[in-house]
């Protein structure tokens, strides 16, 4: 069974979690200020979850959605985990020896249709659509997770948008830096809970990401490199994990970043450092693929047969003196 649900506000509800079916909001009632306890206290019996919803139906379009999930929590993203962009970035296939880890903070969620700021003197804003692993059980040792044991540690599925500065990130070696900044997350709309007998839909969804209504994204999360199981398998051998923390599990080609190659690159690594990144971040602006203010980035994660679709993302890209 799949369950899709949000967190929602509307003017007669301050915030409510709902099940989610055909354009409607049925209100849970569950008392869950934070998503951790949300998933501990509904996702071990999916039928039951479905009973706690009320009757009631809300018009999605008449209620405020916001992010599935809640600050604060840990954001932890791997990088180049699906083969077209592994190879996009030059980088050849066998040369791909570990899983790579980094993290966002919690400050950088946002709700899933709210504008993305460009930070004042950001020049290389970059998108990133990715699934998001949602943990609903505590782990503090190191396990063995297989794909059949998937739900016991995730409790949900999201689509998030790993945006980034490419200038701070890059050139500033600030992976966190670059990557944290407010809006710099936007998570949902939606969360799909499954049981066990669904594990296997989370390896062929499709994911795709356009700008200003031309596809700039698409793959199928068959295509990761190192499967959710494996990834928290590894996270479990250096790092706690705690109900609500979700997990970007990478992005597929198409990102507005591009890599130069042959005779340019060779000589651009015979100049320094501060001139090598100059000219990185000149020859960067020239693609016009960075997103400006004004553009409208559109995010979609679903499954082929429909049984999983995680909504629709639609952010505005503002400059900060706009947005404050």
Not at 36 to 59: N, P, R, T
Not at 142 to 162: E, F
Not at 289 to 312: A, H, M, Q, T
């Amino acid at each position: 069974m799949i369950v899709h649900v949000g967190r929602f506000r509307s003017s007669k509800r301050r915030e409510f979690w709902g099940v989610v079916e055909d354009g409607f909001a049925r209100p849970l009632d569950v008392k869950c200020s934070t998503t951790g306890d949300f998933l501990s206290s509904v996702s071990e019996d999916l039928k039951q979850l479905k009973d706690l919803a009320s009757e009631e139906k809300i018009v999605l379009s008449e209620i405020e959605v916001l992010s599935p999930i809640t600050k604060p929590c840990r954001v932890i993203c791997q990088g180049k985990n699906y083969l077209d962009h592994l190879l996009d970035t030059g980088t050849r296939q066998k040369d791909k020896k570990y899983n790579m880890f980094f993290n966002k903070s919690s400050a950088s969620i946002s709700d899933p249709c709210s504008p993305i700021v460009r930070p004042l003197g950001v020049r290389l804003l970059d998108y990133e659509v990715e699934l998001g692993l949602v943990i609903r059980a505590q782990i503090s040792r190191s396990i063995d997770v297989d794909s059949s044991q998937l739900t016991t540690y995730v409790g949900g599925i999201v689509m998030a948008n790993d945006v980034s500065a490419r200038d701070v990130q890059l050139p500033q070696s600030q992976f966190f830096k670059g990557k944290s900044y407010r809006t710099f997350c936007p998570i949902g709309p939606f969360m799909a809970i499954f049981d066990e007998e669904e594990t296997e839909c989370v390896a062929n969804l499709n994911v795709e990401l356009s700008v200003n209504g031309s596809v700039r994204q698409s793959a199928s999360t068959s295509s990761m490199i190192y499967s959710p199981a494996e990834t928290i398998s590894e996270l479990s051998r250096f790092s706690d994990l705690y109900p609500g923390d979700v997990i970007l599990t990478g992005t597929p080609k198409g990102t507005a970043l591009s890599t130069k190659k042959g005779f340019r690159s060779w000589f651009i690594g015979q100049l320094s450092e501060s001139k090598r990144w100059e000219i990185f971040v000149r020859d960067q602006q020239k693609s016009g693929r960075y997103l400006n203010p004004g553009d409208v980035v559109e995010s979609r994660i679903f499954s082929s047969d429909g049984r999983i679709s995680l909504g629709l993302q639609r952010n505005v890209v503002v400059d900060e003196e706009e947005a404050y």
